[in-house]
T-cell receptor, first 113, second 115 residues
Framework: AQSVTQLDSHVSVSEGTPVLLRCNYS??????LFWYVQHPNKGLQLLLK??????LVKGINGFEAEFKKSETSFHLTKPSAHMSDAAEYFC???????????FGTGTRLKVLA | DGGITQSPKYLFRKEGQNVTLSCEQN?????MYWYRQDPGQGLRLIYY???????QKGDIAEGYSVSREKKESFPLTVTSAQKNPTAFYLC??????????????FGDGTRLSIL
């Protein structure tokens, strides 16, 4: 069975400091992994995706994530936080042949001035 | 520009009333999905559809119904049997087979409240 655990429900960082949002997954087969961002009262926007081509994935707005099979992790990072990064972030896993995208419960990122 | 349009943005339901949420996409995607979002619970799948005239229940289908008469449209009806309908509803679409790295595209949601 597939599952996703986002290890922090809330993360606070100061503007200009690095961001780390943690995600661990469980999947029986080679997974596809995604990170999405959601601003208040909006839909989800794709930040990046992993599909086994490269373990370090670069996304939009300076975000990147590294797939570590041995640790079953797919943590999202950004070198320098911007005020506009304040939002909720979702880690998602999917496995070929299934209909499901499995969502984590989200991490709310707060950026302090 | 291609995308997903959900309407209305805000909706209020009276006791015993059915309400319908609209979802239209012009991305030419085969698969469409409805999710319910409650604070701190992530997204929960209500219904999904792989192709026209076919749809499947998700994890929390009770009290909801859908139709898929056109590729572009996947309306969701919240029936009076859904006793706790207050939530943010998100529609999504994708090329089929999530496991092949096909991401979902989301609409901007409909917020449903009880009067």
């Amino acid at each position: 069975a597939q599952s996703v655990t986002q290890l922090d429900s809330h993360v606070s960082v100061s503007e200009g400091t690095p961001v780390l949002l943690r995600c661990n997954y469980s999947s029986s087969y080679s997974p596809s992994l995604f990170w999405y961002v959601q601003h208040p009262n909006k839909g989800l926007q794709l930040l990046l995706k992993y599909t086994s081509a490269a373990t370090l994935v670069k996304g939009i707005n300076g975000f990147e994530a590294e797939f570590k099979k041995s640790e079953t992790s797919f943590h999202l990072t950004k070198p320098s936080a911007h005020m506009s990064d304040a939002a909720e972030y979702f880690c998602v896993v999917a496995t070929s042949g299934t209909y499901k995208y499995i969502f984590g419960t989200g991490t709310r990122l707060k950026v302090l001035a | 520009d291609g995308g997903i349009t959900q309407s209305p943005k805000y909706l209020f339901r009276k006791e015993g009333q059915n309400v319908t949420l609209s979802c239209e996409q012009n991305l030419n995607h085969d698969a469409m999905y409805w999710y319910r979002q409650d604070p701190g619970q992530g997204l929960r799948l209500i219904y999904y559809s792989q192709i026209v005239n076919d749809f499947q229940k998700g994890d929390i289908a009770e009290g909801y119904s859908v139709s898929r008469e056109k590729k572009e449209s996947f309306p969701l009806t919240v029936t009076s049997a859904q006793k706790n309908p207050t939530a943010f509803y998100l529609c999504a679409s994708s090329i089929w087979d999530p496991g092949q790295g096909q991401p979902q595209h989301f609409g901007d949601g409909t917020r449903l409240s009880i009067l």
